[in-house]
C-alpha cells in the first residue's frame, strides 16, 4: 500500500490496483492485466507504479494507464522511485531494472548505474 500526498491509499489486490479516498470511500479501480504481488509505489510528482506479473505498470493519479514496461519474467518486488526520478524493479530473472519516468529502459550510456543494476537483461 502506498499513501500520495493529498492523503489517496493505494492498494493492489490480485489483478487490480485501487485507489480509496482518505475517508475510505472508493476513488478508482483499475485491471492491470496480471497478479501484483507488491506494493504499489507513488513519485513525489504523484505517478503511481505497481509491478504486474512481467510489467511495471505506470498508472496516473486518475487511474489511467500511462504506459506498461515489460520485464519478461516475473517481478519479485515493489517498485522504488530514485531522487531522479528512475524507477527500480527487481525481476525473478535476477535482475535490478532501471526504468525512466516515460517507460522507456534507463540507457547504459546516460549515467552508468551501480554494479548490482541492471538496464538490460542478462548483463553480468
Known amino acids: 500500500m502506498a499513501i500520495g500526498a493529498d492523503g489517496s491509499i493505494f492498494v493492489s489486490a490480485g489483478e487490480n490496483l485501487y485507489a480509496v479516498n482518505p475517508d475510505s470511500t472508493k476513488k478508482w479501480g483499475f485491471a492491470i492485466g496480471s497478479a501484483s504481488r507488491s506494493s504499489p509505489t507513488v513519485s ?22 500511462k504506459w506498461k514496461f515489460p ?21 525473478g530473472d535476477g535482475n535490478l531494472y532501471a526504468v525512466n519516468p516515460d517507460g522507456t529502459l534507463r540507457s547504459p550510456r546516460s549515467r552508468s548505474p551501480p554494479a548490482s543494476v541492471h538496464t538490460r537483461s542478462g548483463l553480468p
Open 71 to 91: 520485464i519478461n519474467y516475473a517481478t519479485q518486488s515493489s517498485p522504488a522511485v530514485g531522487a531522479d526520478g528512475t524507477i527500480y524493479v527487481g525481476s
Open 44 to 65: 513525489a510528482e504523484g505517478k503511481i507504479y505497481v509491478s504486474a506479473g512481467e510489467n511495471l505498470c505506470s498508472v496516473d493519479p486518475n487511474g489511467m494507464l
